[in-house]
């Protein structure tokens, strides 16, 4: 709690920036942000017709406004840029970078163990050199690993 907080005995609404380092999609909108308080009609499509397009990567840099548990949440799709941004949390997901660099499909087995070890994995480090606690990375192994190779 801030000085006027306790002053007045009531607590200001924190806000909170996440960067999210994927393209938008509506639904993958759902997938990260599911619970958040916003109204429907403030979150962006092109149009009706791609609101369900999975494979329609929007490419700009997105910002919606949310409320969570009684805080003010700016949301940031920005796929590979604004990494260098210290005021908000980032967050990664593996399964989803697959999927939208057409390494795998939406269904089944998700890994491209040489992309995980290699590029992924090294400019993930890099990043979190700057942001330290502020980078969330999700990593969900669906279908197990293969059994020739282990992740390092």
């Known amino acids: ?14 806000k909170f920036k996440i960067y ?12 990260f942000c599911h619970g958040v308080d916003i109204d429907p009609n403030d979150i962006f ?6 609101r369900f397009n ?6 700009e ?14 949301i940031i799709f920005c796929y590979d ?19 939208q660099l057409g390494y795998t499909f939406d269904r089944g087995y998700n890994h491209n163990l040489e992309w995980l070890d290699g590029e992924n994995i090294d400019n993930l480090n890099n990043h979190s050199k700057n942001l330290g606690h502020r980078l969330g990375y999700m990593f969900i192994d669906w279908e197990g690993s293969d059994s020739y190779r282990e992740k390092n």
């Not at 999210?20 to 997938?31: S, V």
């Open 20 to 31: 999210i380092h994927h393209h938008y999609t509506y639904e993958l909108f759902w997938y």
């Open 1 to 14: 709690m801030d000085f006027l907080s306790k002053q007045i005995g009531v607590k200001i609404m924190e």
């Open 61 to 74: 840099i997105i910002r919606l406004n949310a409320v969570y548990k009684n805080n003010e949440i700016e």
């Open 81 to 99: 840029e604004l990494w260098e941004k210290l005021d908000g949390y980032h967050l990664f997901d593996y399964s989803i970078s697959c999927l």
């Open 54 to 59: 999975k494979n329609v990567n929007i490419e």
């Open 45 to 50: 499509l092109y149009n009706q017709e791609n």
